[in-house]
């Protein structure tokens, strides 16, 4: 069932087996999962089923460098369904070396391997409406995928990975009505939680404090407390409830909130292929069940150890959006169009510099001269994408010549000096807001910047591309700071380790030193990945789901709560 | 009349045999050698025999000499019950055996979560399950009156043959009208594989201790809905699968369907094939139909969905136009 808190009486105490906090992909995912073990779940959501202004201001808080990273309420929608409810369905899984300690990069390394993960991911797939879990663009799509540029057979990367799209699927929507007939879940909306309570001895969490959006408090009691509110608000909690161990729980070695990562990406260059327009191919296949699957150029994994970089993938993109000079019409469209774009799409299309009215009338005219290209993109987008369920996953417009750029995506190293802190300001509950201090660092910037060169290289080779940065990219860092911290990955602050010197949670997700209290979501990745983090943090929770489950199993009599009863 | 022990194929007489599981009971019959099929329908195929089963004096004459009766007379909801009727009436004067009625899923309404035998039915139920439930009380009552009677209740028959869930899905399927439906296609997919079906209606002839019982009848496999139509548009080749957008499917559902059923009383074909409410209904109900009943009383056999679906593709791509069962209304 789905309810909402503001029908709770003051001081009312609800009781479940398992407490869930926070509705996102990561919490819905476990409550779905749990339910089946016949234990009480109670989802505790605090937003609403639709966004909501009041809300959202819970997540307000301050940048350290406002250039480098988006303010702390953007990406970050509190509703049922989280970041998937502006997630653009991007899918794919971590690869085996991000989970390898790598010598040249500290803090490395995770205390499981790949497989413990790999063996969620179809689940975590079909979870996200993704397809297949088949990422080989040889056997994704009948025939084969396209290939990027035909006869590129690069010495430094793998043109055979690839991605898949979600529908995008808004986990709140599309479960919605699964959470609302399962008997054993409750879903409590608009229930934001304000403090965990510690047993006085620190090892166990009694129950945690909430409120609802009139400010009537209630609690909590349950066996085993999962958090599940993303990469901020996990440490913002864990930091906020510091009665009993004081320095915030699991914090004793000062490790939440540190080592916050997203990713180091953005769009870069200026790429010539030689050849015939039908050489290249920088759109979209799609596979049998219907997913839309697209070729990534993944650097190898014998590179990075080779050359001590980080992992990375480029996809070829159309020449950037803001510079009139691709003469393009649908692109200048877009720029024209930019006020009808959410902040989180529109910051990566157009907002790398102030328009100006020179910059309009360029726009303007290259709409006015290319109508039949702006016409035809215009049907296809509403066609497949605004009216289709399964929608068409990005812009994909032929430049008008075979001039492309480069969409980056990689991965940016654990940095104990980027970090989530409390601010100083505080929310309506009296909470202290985040202080965001996202700090990027030379290997970083050293694994985009090689990769660009290898990619370079292997491109001239055979005369297939030539690759420049482009005019106003002076060097790689510039770039890299233009488009600063990819939004929505929030990555790392309550890492697992190998033991609490080295993470907050074990390789189980349990808080060290805590024995009911465990983190879900991309907070507990030790490493970033190139990938995306939304598939590995449905797989991570259906792992956390087993892991829950054989507890239960294993101590069916240990329950300290009763039956889940209705609140008032 | 006493079970036969003077013939070595026992007569068992087959209402609705020129139906789609009546025809392949008569079938399965034929080719045992412990049964000799009575095939009756009212438009006999050649080798059975005229019967309107609502008519008491034709089913008192088509019974004389039956050492069974397996049931499978569909039709309209009031010729279902009205020959279930004559049926009971007809062997209250001279009993055969056994009689193996089929009664169906619907009975169970909007049941939802395991459903074994002994679930009472939820409101609302079909017009469909209404008559089923009916019917199964005429048996009932012919049961407490000391009649050997054993109800099976199918779940949505699948595989070669079928028109209602095999040609009519497929149909669906290849006009993109349906695919992965997402949410409204969350609903548990009961499906009984024909031969399993057959199987179990065969084996229920002389199964000893199951006088007056009733079975469900189904796959126990656990799928989705989704699952099942994509794996079975993959493997028809309808692909890409499409994602059906909710709006189109309440489109189809509340406005087309009527007009598609009024247009299929004047032709037949794929535009008339209505996606009504009762089965956008079926795909989100998540009802899982528990047989483990009729696995164990009734030695039925448990075909996998791939094996389903492979068995009713090969036949959908194997039936040329011309012999393809027309459509199902």
Known sequence: MIDSADDIVQDATLRANICIVGGGPAGITLAMELARLGKSILLLESGDLAPADDVQTLNEGEVADEALHSPPDKYRPRVLGGGTSIWGGRCVPFDPIDFEARPWMDHSGWPIGFKEIEQYYPAANTLCEAGDYEYDARLAVAGGMRPVLRGFAPLHFDVNRIERFSCPTHFGARYRDRLRADGNIRVLIKATVTRLRTSPDGARIDGLDAQNHNGIGFSVSADQFVLAMGGMEIPRLLLTSNDVHSQGIGNANDLVGRFYMSHIAGTVGSLQVNGPRDAVWHGYDVAADGTYCRRRIALRPEVQARLGLGNAVFRLHHPRITDPRHRTGPLSAIYLGQYFISYEYAKRLVSDSPPTLATWLRHGVNAATDPFSTMRFLAHWVRARTLAERKFPSIIIRPRTNLFSLDFHAEQVPNPDSRITLGQKTDRFGNRQVRVDWRYTALDIETVARSFELLRADLAERQTASLTLAANEPDIETVVRRDGAYGGHHIGTARMGASPATGVVDSNGKLFGVNNLYIAGSAVFPTSSQANPTLTIVATALRLADHLGTIARQVPRLSTVGQLVPAG | ?329
Not at chain 2, 54 to 65: D, I, S, V, Y
Not at chain 2, 282 to 290: K, T
């Open chain 2, 1 to 329: 009349m006493p079970d036969s022990i003077d013939f070595p194929r026992k007569p068992v007489l087959v209402l609705g045999a020129s139906g789609f599981i009546g025809a392949r009971v008569v079938e399965a019959l034929s080719a045992g050698t412990s049964y000799q099929p009575i095939a009756a329908s009212r438009r006999p195929k050649p080798g059975g025999i005229v019967l309107d089963a609502t008519n008491p004096a034709a089913m008192r004459e088509a019974l004389r000499g039956a050492a069974r009766v397996v049931n499978c007379v569909a039709g309209s909801n009031e010729a279902m019950v009205r020959s279930t009727q004559a049926l009971c009436d007809a062997a209250r004067g001279q009993p055969p055996g056994r009689i193996v009625h089929l009664s169906s899923m619907a009975v169970y309404g909007s049941a939802s979560g395991s459903v074994r035998e002994d679930h009472p039915a939820v409101q609302p139920v079909s017009g469909y399950g209404q008559a089923k439930i009916a019917c199964e009380q005429i048996i009932g009552k012919y049961v407490r009156d000391g009649g050997d009677a054993v109800m099976l209740r199918p779940t949505c028959v699948f595989g070669p043959g079928s028109t209602q869930w095999t040609t009519r899905l497929a149909r669906l399927l290849e006009a993109r009208r349906i695919g992965d439906l997402g949410s409204a296609g969350d609903g548990c997919c009961n499906l009984a594989f024909i031969d399993d079906t057959v199987a179990a209606i065969v084996n229920a002839l002389d199964a000893a201790n199951v006088a007056g019982r009733t079975f469900n009848v189904s796959s126990s496999a656990e799928l989705t809905w989704n699952e099942f139509l994509v794996r079975f548009a993959r493997s028809l080749g309808a692909t890409p699968v499409k994602r059906i957008v909710p709006r189109m499917l309440k489109l189809e559902t509340k406005l087309l369907a009527p007009a598609r059923k009024i247009a299929g009383k004047v032709l037949r074909g794929p535009a008339t094939e209505a996606i009504t409410p009762s089965l956008a209904a079926l795909w989100a109900q998540d009802i899982r139909i528990d047989s483990a009943a009729a696995v164990d009383a009734l030695r039925m056999p448990q075909t996998t969905p791939d094996a389903m679906i492979a068995a009713a593709v090969q036949w959908l791509h194997g039936v040329s136009p011309a012999t393809r069962p027309e459509f199902a209304r």
